[in-house]
Protein backbone atom coordinates (compact mmCIF):
# COMPACT_ATOMS: atom_id res chain seq x y z
CA UNK A 1 0.00 0.00 0.00
CA UNK A 2 1.50 3.55 -0.82
CA UNK A 3 1.49 5.37 2.15
CA UNK A 4 3.27 8.54 1.30
CA UNK A 5 5.16 11.44 3.55
CA UNK A 6 3.90 14.62 2.13
CA UNK A 7 6.18 18.11 1.80
CA UNK A 8 3.16 19.37 1.41
CA UNK A 9 2.43 20.02 5.47
CA UNK A 10 -0.71 20.93 5.66
CA UNK A 11 -2.63 18.06 4.59
CA UNK A 12 -1.20 16.58 7.93
CA UNK A 13 -4.04 18.99 9.85
CA UNK A 14 -7.23 17.44 8.17
CA UNK A 15 -9.43 15.73 9.66
CA UNK A 16 -11.75 12.91 8.23
CA UNK A 17 -11.66 11.73 4.24
CA UNK A 18 -10.33 14.31 1.50
CA UNK A 19 -10.10 13.64 -1.76
CA UNK A 20 -8.00 15.04 -4.52
CA UNK A 21 -9.64 13.84 -8.21
CA UNK A 22 -10.58 14.37 -11.53
CA UNK A 23 -13.62 14.72 -13.20
CA UNK A 24 -12.47 11.86 -16.32
CA UNK A 25 -10.16 9.92 -14.54
CA UNK A 26 -11.20 6.62 -14.55
CA UNK A 27 -8.92 6.29 -11.65
CA UNK A 28 -10.56 8.57 -9.55
CA UNK A 29 -13.99 7.43 -10.50
CA UNK A 30 -13.13 4.16 -8.70
CA UNK A 31 -12.20 5.51 -5.65
CA UNK A 32 -15.37 7.76 -5.66
CA UNK A 33 -16.84 5.26 -6.96
CA UNK A 34 -16.02 3.06 -3.42
CA UNK A 35 -16.82 6.01 -1.27
CA UNK A 36 -20.25 6.57 -2.50
CA UNK A 37 -20.91 2.48 -2.48
CA UNK A 38 -19.81 3.02 1.35
CA UNK A 39 -21.80 6.23 1.93
CA UNK A 40 -18.16 7.70 3.04
CA UNK A 41 -18.58 11.26 3.75
CA UNK A 42 -15.25 13.31 1.67
CA UNK A 43 -14.22 16.62 1.26
CA UNK A 44 -13.41 17.25 -2.61
CA UNK A 45 -10.91 19.07 -3.65
CA UNK A 46 -11.39 18.83 -7.99
CA UNK A 47 -8.02 19.32 -9.94
CA UNK A 48 -8.62 19.89 -13.77
CA UNK A 49 -6.21 18.05 -15.52
CA UNK A 50 -7.07 20.52 -18.84
CA UNK A 51 -6.02 23.36 -16.51
CA UNK A 52 -2.70 21.39 -15.50
CA UNK A 53 -3.86 22.09 -11.66
CA UNK A 54 -1.76 19.02 -10.36
CA UNK A 55 1.01 20.70 -11.96
CA UNK A 56 2.37 22.26 -9.01
CA UNK A 57 5.29 22.44 -6.00
CA UNK A 58 1.70 22.10 -4.34
CA UNK A 59 0.31 19.48 -5.48
CA UNK A 60 3.31 17.26 -6.12
CA UNK A 61 4.26 17.39 -2.53
CA UNK A 62 1.20 15.57 -1.55
CA UNK A 63 1.97 13.16 -4.61
CA UNK A 64 4.72 13.19 -5.85
CA UNK A 65 4.08 11.32 -8.60
CA UNK A 66 1.78 14.13 -9.95
CA UNK A 67 -1.01 11.88 -10.42
CA UNK A 68 -4.60 11.81 -9.31
CA UNK A 69 -6.04 10.76 -6.91
CA UNK A 70 -4.48 10.90 -3.76
CA UNK A 71 -6.67 10.16 -0.53
CA UNK A 72 -5.81 12.44 3.00
CA UNK A 73 -7.87 10.54 5.38
CA UNK A 74 -6.77 12.09 8.91
CA UNK A 75 -3.94 13.34 7.59
CA UNK A 76 -2.48 10.22 6.39
CA UNK A 77 -2.04 10.16 2.69
CA UNK A 78 -2.48 7.27 0.35
CA UNK A 79 -1.81 6.93 -3.58
CA UNK A 80 -2.38 4.73 -6.33
CA UNK A 81 -6.01 4.76 -6.59
CA UNK A 82 -6.27 0.70 -6.46
CA UNK A 83 -4.28 0.95 -2.90
CA UNK A 84 -6.96 3.38 -1.79
CA UNK A 85 -9.62 0.94 -2.73
CA UNK A 86 -7.52 -1.26 -0.17
CA UNK A 87 -7.46 0.80 2.21
CA UNK A 88 -11.26 2.18 2.76
CA UNK A 89 -11.58 -1.51 2.50
CA UNK A 90 -9.67 -1.78 5.36
CA UNK A 91 -10.84 1.05 7.32
CA UNK A 92 -14.12 0.82 6.54
CA UNK A 93 -15.25 -2.90 6.27
CA UNK A 94 -18.92 -1.96 6.06
CA UNK A 95 -20.53 -2.94 3.77
CA UNK A 96 -17.71 -4.77 2.76
CA UNK A 97 -16.71 -5.32 -0.95
CA UNK A 98 -14.07 -8.62 -0.92
CA UNK A 99 -16.57 -10.58 1.16
CA UNK A 100 -15.20 -13.90 -0.68
CA UNK A 101 -12.99 -16.81 -0.09
CA UNK A 102 -9.38 -16.38 0.40
CA UNK A 103 -8.72 -18.09 -3.23
CA UNK A 104 -11.18 -15.47 -4.54
CA UNK A 105 -9.54 -12.74 -2.14
CA UNK A 106 -6.25 -13.46 -4.13
CA UNK A 107 -8.65 -12.82 -7.47
CA UNK A 108 -9.13 -9.67 -6.11
CA UNK A 109 -5.87 -8.34 -5.57
CA UNK A 110 -4.69 -9.74 -9.21
CA UNK A 111 -7.40 -7.43 -10.60
CA UNK A 112 -6.61 -4.91 -8.77
CA UNK A 113 -2.46 -5.16 -9.71
CA UNK A 114 -3.17 -5.32 -12.87
CA UNK A 115 -5.45 -2.56 -13.43
CA UNK A 116 -2.40 -0.39 -12.28
CA UNK A 117 -0.06 -2.57 -14.16
CA UNK A 118 -1.37 -1.75 -17.32
CA UNK A 119 -2.64 1.73 -16.57
CA UNK A 120 0.36 3.76 -18.22
CA UNK A 121 1.42 1.10 -21.08
CA UNK A 122 -2.37 0.05 -21.87
CA UNK A 123 -5.32 2.23 -20.91
CA UNK A 124 -3.17 5.94 -20.95
CA UNK A 125 -1.23 5.09 -24.11
CA UNK A 126 -4.39 4.74 -25.90
CA UNK A 127 -5.83 7.39 -24.14
CA UNK A 128 -3.45 9.73 -25.06
CA UNK A 129 -2.77 8.53 -28.65
CA UNK A 130 -6.60 8.90 -29.76
CA UNK A 131 -7.86 11.65 -28.34
CA UNK A 132 -6.10 12.80 -24.70
CA UNK A 133 -2.46 14.26 -25.88
CA UNK A 134 -4.74 17.36 -28.11
CA UNK A 135 -6.86 18.76 -25.17
CA UNK A 136 -4.10 18.54 -22.37
CA UNK A 137 -0.87 19.45 -24.45
CA UNK A 138 1.60 21.65 -22.61
CA UNK A 139 3.30 24.29 -23.55
CA UNK A 140 7.06 24.57 -23.58
CA UNK A 141 7.05 26.22 -20.38
CA UNK A 142 4.47 23.30 -18.75
CA UNK A 143 6.41 20.70 -20.38
CA UNK A 144 9.53 21.84 -18.51
CA UNK A 145 7.89 22.69 -15.58
CA UNK A 146 6.38 19.26 -15.14
CA UNK A 147 9.97 17.54 -16.13
CA UNK A 148 11.44 19.64 -13.43
CA UNK A 149 8.58 18.53 -10.85
CA UNK A 150 8.21 14.60 -12.07
CA UNK A 151 11.27 12.06 -10.45
CA UNK A 152 9.23 8.88 -11.70
CA UNK A 153 11.81 7.72 -14.73
CA UNK A 154 8.43 6.00 -16.58
CA UNK A 155 5.89 9.07 -16.07
CA UNK A 156 8.84 11.09 -16.81
CA UNK A 157 9.62 9.37 -20.53
CA UNK A 158 5.77 9.32 -21.32
CA UNK A 159 5.10 12.62 -21.00
CA UNK A 160 8.28 13.34 -22.66
CA UNK A 161 6.91 11.35 -26.00
CA UNK A 162 3.87 12.88 -26.47
CA UNK A 163 4.33 16.41 -24.89
CA UNK A 164 7.60 17.30 -25.50
CA UNK A 165 7.82 20.00 -28.59
CA UNK A 166 8.03 17.77 -31.85
CA UNK A 167 7.30 14.44 -30.19
CA UNK A 168 4.19 12.20 -30.35
CA UNK A 169 3.13 8.86 -29.57
CA UNK A 170 3.08 6.73 -32.82
CA UNK A 171 0.46 4.13 -34.04
CA UNK A 172 3.10 1.43 -33.39
CA UNK A 173 2.63 2.91 -29.60
CA UNK A 174 -1.38 2.41 -29.98
CA UNK A 175 -1.16 -1.17 -31.68
CA UNK A 176 1.34 -2.41 -28.51
CA UNK A 177 -1.03 -1.04 -26.19
CA UNK A 178 -4.24 -2.24 -27.49
CA UNK A 179 -2.67 -6.23 -27.60
CA UNK A 180 -1.80 -5.55 -24.14
CA UNK A 181 -5.72 -4.65 -23.44
CA UNK A 182 -6.71 -7.43 -25.35
CA UNK A 183 -4.82 -10.15 -23.50
CA UNK A 184 -6.90 -8.77 -19.97
CA UNK A 185 -10.14 -8.30 -21.62
CA UNK A 186 -10.03 -12.08 -23.25
CA UNK A 187 -9.36 -13.13 -19.52
CA UNK A 188 -12.04 -10.99 -18.44
CA UNK A 189 -14.44 -12.29 -21.24
CA UNK A 190 -13.35 -15.95 -20.46
CA UNK A 191 -14.28 -15.27 -16.41
CA UNK A 192 -17.35 -13.49 -17.16
CA UNK A 193 -18.85 -16.54 -19.47
CA UNK A 194 -19.98 -18.07 -16.40
CA UNK A 195 -20.41 -15.68 -13.78
CA UNK A 196 -21.81 -11.88 -13.58
CA UNK A 197 -19.11 -10.32 -11.90
CA UNK A 198 -15.27 -10.60 -12.30
CA UNK A 199 -14.56 -12.56 -9.43
CA UNK A 200 -17.00 -15.10 -7.49
CA UNK A 201 -20.89 -14.20 -7.38
CA UNK A 202 -21.11 -10.76 -5.57
CA UNK A 203 -20.02 -7.21 -7.00
CA UNK A 204 -16.36 -6.61 -5.69
CA UNK A 205 -13.68 -3.93 -5.66
CA UNK A 206 -12.92 -5.89 -9.06
CA UNK A 207 -15.73 -4.79 -10.70
CA UNK A 208 -15.09 -1.37 -8.85
CA UNK A 209 -11.90 -1.18 -10.05
CA UNK A 210 -12.71 -2.07 -14.02
CA UNK A 211 -15.84 -0.34 -14.57
CA UNK A 212 -14.67 3.29 -15.09
CA UNK A 213 -11.74 1.19 -17.13
CA UNK A 214 -14.33 0.53 -19.68
CA UNK A 215 -16.60 3.77 -19.54
CA UNK A 216 -13.03 5.52 -20.03
CA UNK A 217 -11.85 2.84 -22.99
CA UNK A 218 -15.00 3.17 -24.81
CA UNK A 219 -14.80 7.14 -24.91
CA UNK A 220 -11.54 6.35 -26.32
CA UNK A 221 -12.78 4.39 -29.32
CA UNK A 222 -12.32 0.70 -28.07
CA UNK A 223 -14.14 -1.79 -29.73
CA UNK A 224 -15.66 -3.99 -27.23
CA UNK A 225 -18.23 -5.88 -30.06
CA UNK A 226 -16.35 -8.95 -29.75
CA UNK A 227 -16.42 -9.31 -26.17
CA UNK A 228 -20.56 -9.82 -25.52
CA UNK A 229 -19.73 -10.83 -21.99
CA UNK A 230 -17.76 -7.89 -21.19
CA UNK A 231 -20.66 -5.40 -22.06
CA UNK A 232 -23.26 -7.29 -20.27
CA UNK A 233 -21.06 -6.94 -17.35
CA UNK A 234 -20.77 -3.33 -17.67
CA UNK A 235 -24.66 -2.87 -18.46
CA UNK A 236 -24.91 -4.26 -14.38
CA UNK A 237 -22.38 -2.42 -13.46
CA UNK A 238 -23.15 1.26 -14.98
CA UNK A 239 -26.61 0.33 -13.74
CA UNK A 240 -25.74 0.75 -9.70
CA UNK A 241 -26.71 4.14 -8.44
CA UNK A 242 -23.57 5.24 -7.09
CA UNK A 243 -21.50 4.54 -10.99
CA UNK A 244 -23.62 7.46 -12.37
CA UNK A 245 -22.80 10.09 -9.32
CA UNK A 246 -19.08 9.04 -9.15
CA UNK A 247 -18.29 8.69 -12.89
CA UNK A 248 -20.90 9.86 -15.84
CA UNK A 249 -22.35 12.76 -13.82
CA UNK A 250 -18.63 13.76 -13.59
CA UNK A 251 -18.24 13.71 -17.15
CA UNK A 252 -20.87 14.93 -18.40
CA UNK A 253 -20.31 17.92 -16.63
CA UNK A 254 -17.03 18.26 -17.49
CA UNK A 255 -15.53 20.75 -19.70
CA UNK A 256 -13.59 18.51 -21.88
CA UNK A 257 -16.30 18.43 -24.29
CA UNK A 258 -19.21 16.23 -24.60
CA UNK A 259 -19.34 12.23 -25.07
CA UNK A 260 -21.86 9.94 -24.95
CA UNK A 261 -21.93 7.68 -21.65
Known sequence: MTIVEPTNKSVLDFEGLHLYHSDRSNCSARVRLLLGEKELPWVSHHLSLKEKDNVSEEYFGINPKGLVPALVHDGVVVTESNDILAYLEEKFPEPGFRNVSDEEQSEIDWWLKTSGEIHLPGIKTLQYFKRVAKILKKSDEEFQRYQALQTDPELKAFHAK??????????????EATKLMDSIFEKMEQKLSNSDWIVGNTYTLADISWGPTYTTMTIGGFDFDRYPNINAWYERVSARPQFDEAFLKWIRESTWGHDKT
Open 162 to 175: HGAPGSSLTQEDAD
